[in-house]
């Protein structure tokens, strides 16, 4: 049975420990000036500045490469406290250059699912498992309000350059390896998870 071809950017599954995502996320701000949509699952990563109040970080749409991302949108609200947008309550997605806040998964050790591209007809094999990959980055559905973000099957790398590790394909009756496989992946590159380099002393 074929893979269905439904991305929905990444979605959070479980903890690297293996027990159960717990729901919990950080509240982030984007700004106006921020003229990229932004939809749930989209990778974020850090934008340099802050709300008027500074307490809540801004951040943007990741592209490609990027490395200093911060995590997973999965909810938008006008303040702070409430996510949500009491003057349309029926809002899936942030509008480009729409002030607003967000809710993001940022805890490095959440083990998302997302789906491969596999553009020109490629896709990810076992072998693969363990190595690095970038985002593709797609367009949102304004419908559902969620992601484009698919998982980058011409981009497997077997160094440590890639914003997401491939940990497994995800085990679920509707899943297999080909076209469209859905995937358990970490993000690598992610700001709040040290970086450590070994070297000979």
């Known amino acids: ?15 690297l420990s293996g027990s159960p995502w717990n729901g919990k996320a950080n509240v982030y701000y984007i700004p106006s ?11 974020v990563k850090l934008a340099g500045s802050a709300d ?3 307490m809540y970080p801004s951040v943007t749409q990741a592209a ?3 490395t200093d991302n911060v995590g997973v949108v999965i909810g938008f609200g006008k303040d702070p406290s409430l996510m949500a947008d ?5 809002m899936k997605y942030r509008l480009a250059s729409t002030e607003m806040y967000c809710l993001v998964v940022d ?3 959440v083990i998302f699912e ?8 490629l896709y990810i094999a076992a072998a693969s498992v363990g190595l690095a990959a970038n985002v593709v980055v797609g367009s949102g559905s304004t419908t559902t309000g969620k992601s484009g973000m698919e998982l980058d099957t011409s981009d497997v790398s077997t160094d440590t350059a890639g914003q997401l ?5 995800v085990n679920r009756p509707d899943n297999a390896l080909g076209i469209h496989c859905k995937w358990e992946v970490l993000v690598a590159e992610h700001v709040y998870r040290e970086q450590v380099t070994v070297t000979d002393v």
């Open 33 to 43: 000036s921020d003229g990229t949509a932004t939809f749930i699952g989209d990778l």
């Open 114 to 121: 997302i789906q491969e591209d596999s553009a020109s007809d």
């Open 107 to 109: 805890d490095p050790f």
């Open 165 to 169: 590790r491939i940990l497994r394909a």
């Open 64 to 66: 490609a490469g990027d």
């Open 52 to 54: 008027a109040t500074g």
């Open 1 to 15: 049975m074929a893979n269905t071809d439904r991305p929905a950017g990444l979605k959070p599954v479980k903890h």
């Open 86 to 90: 009491p003057d349309n309550l029926a």
